[in-house]
């Protein structure tokens, strides 16, 4: 559909062939009409927006975190890998040889450079460490289990605390 401006019965773009400079002298109109619907929609959007932001103002940001599930203290903890076994070695020969250098982030570069160029039979010792303290681990997990399973220990200090 081709619209008319008001001064011309002519159409605005035409099969004739006129140059660009004609056709950009003409000014053409393009209206948009909003149905009452559009419009009430378009404003609940908006006042949802408004919401969210002020809630989001509210909150501070201790709330926002998220809180982790509470770990029980009697848990035993995982065993370190092979890799910091090798770091505490590492660290204190290349505290030795390089006395100057105090930040942790050198020593990690370091440390990791070498890792990453030794041997397989260089680093066994510090995958049979690592494996010796990972049996240790599951052992201490399954009597964990065992007992959380049985009801033992499931008292508190504040249990305690109560009882006459």
Known sequence: MVKKTKDSQEPLFSSSTKTPEEASTRRMVLRVRQSEATKRLASLVIDEEKEKKVVSVKRSKTKQKKKGAKVDPKMPKKPPTAFF??????????QEQNPDIKTMRMVGKACGEKWKT?????????????????????EAMSEYIKRKESGEGDETEDDEDYDI
């Open 85 to 94: 076994y090798f770091l505490e070695d590492f660290r204190k020969e290349f």
């Open 118 to 138: 030794m041997s397989y039979e260089d680093k066994v010792k510090y995958y049979d460490i690592a494996m010796a303290k990972r049996a240790e681990f599951d």
